[in-house]
C-alpha cells in the first residue's frame, strides 16, 4: 500500500508541476481554444434552432475539459500501473499512419486502426521496430477512458438538428465531445540504479514485452497531451440512452483488447489476434451504433399536438418542466397540431398561459409565465417544410460490405438444380 501511495503521489507532483508549467499551460489552452472552437461549429450547425441563443458552447467546452481533466488522472493511474512504456510503442508512425487513415477515411483518425496495421505489419515485416502489446494496451487504455467519459459526459447539452435519412425528415441530436487530457506515463529510460529508486513488486509491470523486457529496467514519469473524441447522431433513442450504449460497447472492447494485450505479452500466439481485433473490434462498436439508427425514429409528427424536440436552457418552458418528446396539445385551451398554430397564439403577447401536455400516456396542465414578447424556447420536431436539415448516408464501407454479405447469403439461399 506504501508503494501506491508513494507512486500516486509522485504523478501527482509531476503533473502539477506540469499544470503550472508556462509551456505546458500554453499547450493545454491551445487544446482548450481548439476543443472550443469544435462545439462552436457544432452550434452553427444547429444556430436556426436555438432562437438566437449564443454561447451555450462555451459551457460545454469548459465541463468537457474539466471531466478531461479527470479522465487524465484515470488514464495516468492506468498507464503507469498496468507498465505501459511509451520508448518502444512507436508515437511517431502511429500518428502518420492515423493521419493517412484519415485521409481515405476521416472517422478512422483513430489509434485503434493505426496500431493494428502498425502491429500486423511488425509481425510480417519486422517493421516498425514496436512493442505490439504495450502499443495494444496503450490503445485499450484510451478507449475505456473514452468510454467512462462517454457515460458521464457524453448526452451533456447534445444540440438538437433536422436530419434526412432514407427521405424521411426527422428530430434528432448531435453528440459529439471532445475531451483534452493531461497524462502522466512511463518513459523506459535504460537499467540504472538511481538513488532514492524503489524496488516494485514482482508483477509488475503487467503488461511487459518477453523480447523487450529487462529486469532493473528504470522508467521516468512523462507528462502528455491527448485529446479524445466522441461523435454519434441519436434520432431512434434519447441522447442518454445512445451514450450509455455506446460507453457499453466501447467498455467491453477496451477490456478485451486490454486482456488481449496482457496475453500477448506472455505468449506469442496472441500478438496476431490482438493486432486483427483492434481495428476490426473497433469497426463492430462503430457498426452497432450505426445499426442503432436503422430503427424507427423517435422524434418525428405526433397523429395530434406538437411532439417537442428540446427545449432551450433557461426558457420558461424550461423553468416550467417541458420536456424532450412532450407533445403538446393545447395552449390556453386552442388546439395546436402545427408550430405555425402555436406562433400564432403567442402572437397575442399573453404572459401567463396553460400548456396541456401529453407525456407518454400521461395528460396534465403545465402553466408557465413569460416576459412581453419573450419566445418559449420550444424546439419541436421538424414537419414537411424545415428549412434547413443534415443529410445522412449509410457508410460506404459498411454499405459494400452488407451487398457483399447478402450476395453471399442469396447464393446460399438459391435451391439446388
Not at 507498465?83 to 481515405?104: C, E, H, K, P, T
Not at 497531451?225 to 457499453?248: F, H
Not at 418552458?317 to 405555425?340: K, M, P, Q, Y
Request: proline share 6%.
Amino acid at each position: 500500500m506504501e508503494l501506491v501511495l508513494f507512486i500516486l503521489e509522485e504523478m501527482g507532483r509531476v503533473l502539477g508541476d506540469n499544470l503550472t508549467s508556462p509551456s505546458f499551460l500554453l499547450i493545454y489552452l491551445l487544446l482548450f481554444g481548439l476543443v472550443t472552437w469544435q462545439y462552436q461549429r457544432l452550434q452553427k450547425m444547429s444556430e436556426f434552432l436555438l432562437q438566437g441563443r449564443k454561447n451555450l458552447y462555451l459551457r460545454s467546452a469548459l465541463v468537457s475539459t474539466t471531466f478531461g481533466i479527470i479522465g487524465g488522472i484515470l488514464g495516468s493511474i492506468l498507464l503507469v500501473f498496468l507498465g505501459i512504456d511509451l520508448a518502444g510503442i512507436g508515437i511517431s508512425q502511429l500518428w502518420l499512419v492515423a493521419i493517412v487513415l484519415m485521409l481515405i477515411q476521416p472517422r478512422f483518425l483513430c489509434f485503434a486502426y493505426g496500431a493494428g496495421l502498425l502491429s500486423i505489419s511488425n509481425l510480417l515485416f519486422a517493421y516498425p521496430d514496436i512493442s505490439i502489446p504495450q502499443l495494444m494496451g496503450l490503445v485499450a487504455v484510451l478507449h475505456l477512458v473514452e468510454s467512462l467519459l462517454i457515460l458521464a459526459n457524453g448526452s451533456y447539452r447534445p444540440f438538437p438538428v433536422y436530419i434526412k435519412k432514407n427521405g424521411q425528415l426527422r428530430g434528432g441530436f448531435n453528440l459529439q465531445s471532445f475531451w483534452p487530457i493531461p497524462l502522466v506515463a512511463l518513459l523506459g529510460v535504460g537499467v540504472i540504479d538511481p538513488l532514492g529508486g524503489i524496488s516494485m513488486p514482482d508483477w509488475w509491470p503487467l503488461l511487459r514485452d518477453s523480447a523487450r523486457f529487462t529486469e532493473g529496467q528504470t522508467y521516468a514519469l512523462l507528462p502528455v497531451m491527448a485529446v479524445l473524441g466522441y461523435g454519434e447522431i441519436s434520432t431512434t433513442q434519447t441522447p442518454y440512452q445512445t451514450t450509455r450504449k455506446s460507453s457499453l460497447h466501447l467498455f467491453i472492447f477496451s477490456l478485451v483488447l486490454l486482456a488481449l494485450s496482457v496475453l500477448a505479452s506472455r505468449w506469442v500466439l496472441f500478438l496476431p489476434i490482438a493486432a486483427i481485433f483492434s481495428p476490426l473490434g473497433h469497426e463492430l462498436v462503430i457498426w452497432l451504433g450505426m445499426r442503432a439508427e436503422n430503427r424507427t425514429p423517435i422524434y418525428v409528427p405526433s397523429e395530434r399536438g406538437i411532439r417537442v424536440l428540446d427545449v432551450l436552457p433557461g426558457s420558461p418552458v424550461n423553468r416550467a418542466g417541458l420536456r424532450s418528446r412532450d407533445v403538446i396539445l393545447t395552449l390556453n385551451g386552442e388546439i395546436t397540431n402545427h408550430f405555425s398554430v402555436l406562433q400564432e397564439l403567442l402572437n397575442c403577447g399573453c404572459q401567463e398561459m396553460v400548456l396541456e401536455i401529453k407525456r407518454g400516456k400521461n395528460i396534465f396542465k403545465l402553466p408557465l409565465h413569460r416576459s412581453p414578447d419573450q419566445d418559449l424556447g420550444i424546439i419541436p420536431v421538424p414537419e414537411n417544410n424545415a428549412p434547413r436539415y443534415l443529410t445522412i448516408s449509410e457508410d460506404g464501407i459498411f454499405s459494400t460490405a452488407l451487398r457483399i454479405w447478402r450476395r453471399i447469403k442469396s447464393v446460399h439461399l438459391l435451391p439446388p438444380k
